[in-house]
């Protein structure tokens, strides 16, 4: 087998409906017209310094300059509004607060159009600019190292960072029969070169096509995508990617199917459908989805070993936000000795890049992406945004191609920012991520051990 | 009159214009009734930025509006506060403050001391044009405190300042040659940076100019991302040896390390102490003033207000804390933030974004984008560059040093201290704010 280095081939992808401009320029004609007026008579007819216009982004570059401002090109600088306070008026356009929801932020809608359409890692001057710290993901920082680094080259150089993980049930120890065959223990993985998979679509959005561009995305990027069964279309054979998320009730009637997928996903837990998937299909990755918080002694025990644990699309889980129920669920399962054994993915309010090494320093092995896929395809929600069975997102009419590049360029900004955290710890592969929590720092003990002495600290 | 005469002098009249509407601007926003709408952010709101402005131009701290002293982040400096001394319990206003720190406490090497608590962050050719890096040295040389080149390269323009000018080592190695080194009285090894730990300068081709490139002995308008780490050093020892290499070529150097602030940062700090530094830089990761991937900005170590005290006690625990001078960055935006720095244990503070928003900056962020940034600071662009005259520069950050001088001499005087180095490590001095202190901003950007 010869060795492939794993790539992700972002192009660009421009968004290809229309999106909320950042600014709204208003600019006072009669100001304008007076003071052009002064300015012919200040420069003595120097036109070319009496047009000179105060932005480098075009927004007065116009026929008509600032009589006719293209507020489209405007990136918020200021300087307009600065050298002329009583003319230029630069204001944040209020439409976009329509982007998003209350917890995919405008902002942050913006960040992932922008790795949408680039595949790239923004970057920006200036400084960090948000909220000191706060719940959820943004009360933990990752750690780095100031010496410490996986290779000489850099982490785009000659050697690499692993993102690859696997995904099933993985025995602790192999046994064997009196004539040397495996004695029943599986060995059942699935192995994908990044961390992250689709999660299933609203139900709004079931068969209404993007089925196909989520499998032609997942597929080019050698990872899985998860497609209520009864939303995908007659097929003669299953696509690596696919996953089909199957009701208990519904599994006979899979079984019936002409194809085999590599991993298949049963909604709830239910012994039954378990055992009959495992025996029917034995190369099949069975695994049971069900929301964070509920038991998983009855699967554990039935041998179920690669579990997908839910949140809603804002991360509420019944114990809390989904953080930590992420290392509620990896501490129990460390605590019973199958961690090693055993495959967790996450889903729900996961919508930035940060999020996903944060929810693997957590405990997961692999995070299920759901709503940043429909913001990258330019999806507008309408109303909030919490649930499958409730959420309503009008999609744009767009062709497939474009919306497969989307998909990957998102994987590719992502992967590559996972990249950068992995590379300022000096850690050489995802894998050993996973549960790390001494790699994170969280806000609530480093604000005790800082400030705990100080008058009226008081510990959250 | 040749072609190019015409196109120079055509240059100078529209810089010269709008080099006019900008300053009248500078002066007139911080009067209004109300900011830019467009204008601020969380760590700097806009009134704070029209503060700064206001400070720049007048070279004192606003009256009437406690607007100047915090930000609205809701956490670290801006959710701490002072226990003043009841009213006419504390100096008055005839009683000197001494400012001053030392940067070296070893017992050799020469003395260096500097008459306020803070000096100019690292900013490279390049990241910042000639003229602001002129306009910082000038001031740095009125204040008798110091400026860092970064890690661009030293332009010639420099040397006249070199007495006030450090000399910086980073990864990149870009600049650093016999006759730089030689000219800093202190060299700072550049390990890491609070904007983007772990990861090595970055300058995007837009930037990489002719000049900068030929600076850095580069290809032009080919992005620049310096390596991470120092590939000669994996441990203490190996740094040990790059202070040696240092101090072959300037024996009277005083050596800094610029650290960023993970977890162990405190080991750092006592690492750094036994490979000789004379100056621990730790550099929290909520500043910053170049370009950075936005992920590491926020998520990436610790912001420097949890950073600080521990460093601070490791030091003390370990018995060497008066033999190393703490500085820190990362975030320091106002005088409170120097007095709450050094209350949490730092000997001083070094500044960077405040000074570039006393030369004009507004934060918008769009340093990185096509000719840099649009008031001249952040972008070697010939035209852009000309909007900032070093000599008025100089005025703004020196005016600005002014302002934060007599604020901080008024927070020692509310708190009973004649000397800032009585306020460090007085966590004793502080309070918690509650946690919805004076929010009620929203973030529109």
């Known amino acids: ?182 004695d029943g223990n599986r060995w059942q993985v699935i192995r994908l070169p990044l961390p992250m998979l689709f999660d299933r679509l609203p139900d709004s959005l079931l068969s209404g096509g993007w089925e196909a561009a989520l499998l032609d995305a997942a597929g080019s990027l050698e990872t899985l995508a998860i497609i209520p069964w009864r939303a995908l279309p007659e097929m003669s054979s299953a696509p690596p990617a696919l996953v089909p998320l199957v009701a208990p009730a519904d599994v006979d009637q899979l079984l019936e199917a002409a194809w085999r997928p590599r991993m298949v996903e049963i909604e709830g837990w239910d012994a039954r459908a378990f055992d009959r998937l495992r025996t029917a299909w034995p190369e099949c990755v069975v695994a049971v989805r069900m929301p964070f918080g509920d038991s998983i002694d009855g699967p554990l025990a039935s041998g179920c070993r690669t579990f997908h644990f839910v949140a809603d699309f804002h991360g509420r889980t019944s114990s809390g936000f989904v953080l930590e129920s992420i290392r509620l669920v990896h501490d129990s399962l460390v605590v019973r000795g199958v961690r090693e054994q055993t495959t967790l993915i996450g889903s729900g309010g996961l919508t930035a890049a940060e999020h996903v090494p944060k929810a693997i320093i957590a405990g997961l092995d692999a995070v299920a992406l759901d709503t940043p896929l429909l913001i990258a395809l330019q999806g507008r929600f309408r109303g909030e945004c919490r649930t499958a069975g409730t959420c309503k997102v009008e999609m744009p009419n767009v062709d497939r191609a474009w919306a497969k590049q989307r998909l990957i360029n998102l994987m590719g900004s992502w992967r590559d920012q996972m990249l950068e955290i992995l590379g300022a710890m000096g850690i050489r592969e995802v894998r050993r991520l996973r549960g790390e929590v001494g790699r994170a720092m969280l806000q609530a003990d480093l604000e005790k051990e800082a400030f705990g002495e100080i008058e009226g600290y008081v510990h959250v | 009159m040749s072609m190019s005469d015409k196109n120079e002098r055509q240059m100078r009249a529209v810089t010269d214009k709008h080099t006019r509407a900008l300053r009248s601007g500078f002066a007139r926003w911080p009067g209004r009734d109300a900011p830019p709408p467009a204008m601020g952010d969380l760590r700097w709101p806009a009134d704070l930025i029209l503060a700064t402005w206001a400070q720049a131009g007048t070279g004192a701290p606003p009256v009437g509006s406690d607007a100047h002293t915090h930000g609205l982040s809701q956490g670290g400096f801006d959710r701490l506060g002072f226990k003043w001394l009841p009213d006419g319990e504390g100096l008055g206003s005839a009683t000197e403050i001494d400012l001053a720190i030392p940067l070296n406490r070893r017992p050799y090497d020469p003395r260096i001391e500097i008459p306020v608590p803070w000096y100019g962050a690292g900013m490279s050719y390049g990241s910042v044009s000639e003229q602001v890096m002129l306009a910082r040295a000038m001031a740095a040389k009125k204040w008798g405190t110091f400026t860092s080149t970064g890690e661009g390269g030293y332009p010639d323009s420099l ?118 530094a004379h100056i621990l830089h730790i550099d929290g990761s909520y500043g910053g003033t170049g370009a950075a991937p936005e992920i590491a900005k926020k998520n990436i170590a610790m912001p420097i207000e949890y950073a600080i005290p521990k460093v601070h006690r490791y030091l003390l625990s370990e018995g060497i804390r008066d033999e190393i001078t703490v500085m820190a960055s990362g975030g320091i935006r106002t005088a409170h933030d120097i007095a709450k720095a050094i209350a949490l244990g730092a000997d001083g503070v070094i500044l960077g974004t405040s000074e570039l928003v006393a030369m004009g900056c507004t934060r918008c962020s769009n340093c990185e984008r096509g000719r840099g940034c649009p008031f001249g600071l952040t972008t070697t662009d010939p035209e852009l560059s000309l909007l900032i005259d070093p000599v008025w520069g100089a005025e703004r950050v020196s005016n600005l040093y002014s302002a934060f001088a007599q604020e901080l001499s008024t927070i020692l005087r509310k708190l009973g201290l004649p000397k800032v180095g009585d306020l460090r490590g007085r966590t004793d001095l502080l309070t918690y704010l509650p946690h919805d202190a004076g929010v009620n901003h929203v973030d529109q950007r």
């Open chain 1, 1 to 182: 087998m010869s060795y492939k280095r794993y790539h992700i081939p972002v192009a660009p992808a421009p968004n290809s409906a229309p999106h909320p401009r950042r600014f709204n320029v208003n600019v006072s004609k009669l100001g304008l017209a007076s003071l052009l007026i002064r300015e012919i008579f200040h420069y003595r007819g120097d036109m070319s310094t009496v047009l000179s216009r105060p932005c480098m982004y075009g927004v007065f570059s116009g026929p008509v300059g600032g009589f006719a401002p293209r507020a489209d090109n405007c990136v918020g600088c200021l300087r307009c509004t600065v050298q002329y306070p009583d003319m230029v008026r630069v204001e944040p356009n209020p439409d976009r607060l329509d982007l998003g929801d209350s917890y995919f932020t405008p902002d942050n809608v913006d960040t992932v159009l922008y790795e949408a359409a680039t595949g790239r890692v923004p970057v920006k001057g200036a400084g960090y600019r948000g909220r000191y710290g706060g719940p959820g993901w943004d009360g933990m920082w990752t750690d780095m190292s100031e010496i410490v680094r996986p290779t000489r080259d850099g982490i785009h150089g000659r050697e690499f960072i692993s993102t690859q993980i696997d995904i099933g049930e993985r025995p602790a120890w192999l046994s064997f029969d009196e004539e040397g065959g495996l």
């Open chain 2, 159 to 276: 040397f006249e300042y070199k007495d006030h000018v450090i000399t910086q080592v980073a990864t990149g190695m870009f600049g650093v040659r016999e006759v730089t080194l030689k000219a800093g009285r202190i060299i700072e090894f550049k390990y890491a940076q609070g904007a983007k730990p772990g990861l090595g300068g970055h300058l995007l081709g837009d930037k990489a100019t002719v000049s900068v490139a030929k600076m850095r002995q580069s290809v032009p308008w080919v992005s620049l991302f310096s390596p991470f780490p120092f590939h000669s050093v994996y441990s203490v020892e190996d740094h040990r040896k790059h202070v040696d290499w240092v101090k072959t070529i300037n024996p009277d150097a005083l050596i800094s390390i610029k650290v960023s602030t993970p977890t162990d940062v405190d080991m750092v700090a006592v690492g750094s102490y036994y490979a000789g």
